[in-house]
């Protein structure tokens, strides 16, 4: 059993796993990106369309589509995903293949993916406490962006690519190999579900 869970624990550690759990997500990502864009221009030609993911007063992607947050910067915030997703898609296949990026391009990546995760949990808050209203698509946006960003996290702090402080480094590192990042993700996502449960509860399949 032993050997077991030591086989296990060094393959969630392996550039295997890591980067394949990269991709899996940002191609999760890119699906629903490219569907919302769809809807996106759906709703543009007709703001009266009836979507598919419109099943009910809270779940319903029109409610959700037609809101001032779902085009802050003019155009359907899914053509982001269409952006950035299939570049997260590029490194993740390229470092399977064995290249490594070198620093400055990690950094940047951890920077850039870093406002991603934050505008996603933005449009999760307007989305369920504003709108009032849960995107299927959405969500899975917002949880494979974030499982993108755990990856990408564990990878730099593992490679001691973050500028971190000189005593955060080995912690860091120490929490990593002892797995408390996954801990911390499934913690994560966990009271993600709990937020969208409380708030909408019933309402949800009614």
Known sequence: MTGVLERARRLRHSNGWIYGTMLVSALLSLLASFVLSVDAVRLAADPAADLTCN??????????????????????????????????????????????????????????????????????????YVIGALCPWCLLVTVSTTLVFATLTHVNIRDGHLPLPRRAGPALRAAIDADLDAVAVAIWLLILALLVVVEHGSALVA
């Open 55 to 128: 099943i009910n007063a809270v779940v319903s992607c029109g409610t959700v589509g037609r809101s001032w947050q779902a085009q802050l910067f003019g155009f359907p915030n899914a053509f982001f995903g269409l952006i950035a997703e299939p570049v997260v898609i590029t490194v993740a296949v390229a470092a399977l293949g064995g290249v490594r990026f070198p620093r400055w391009f990690m950094i940047a990546a951890q920077s850039v993916y870093t406002l991603g995760v934050v505008f996603a949990y933005w449009l999760f808050y307007q989305s369920s």
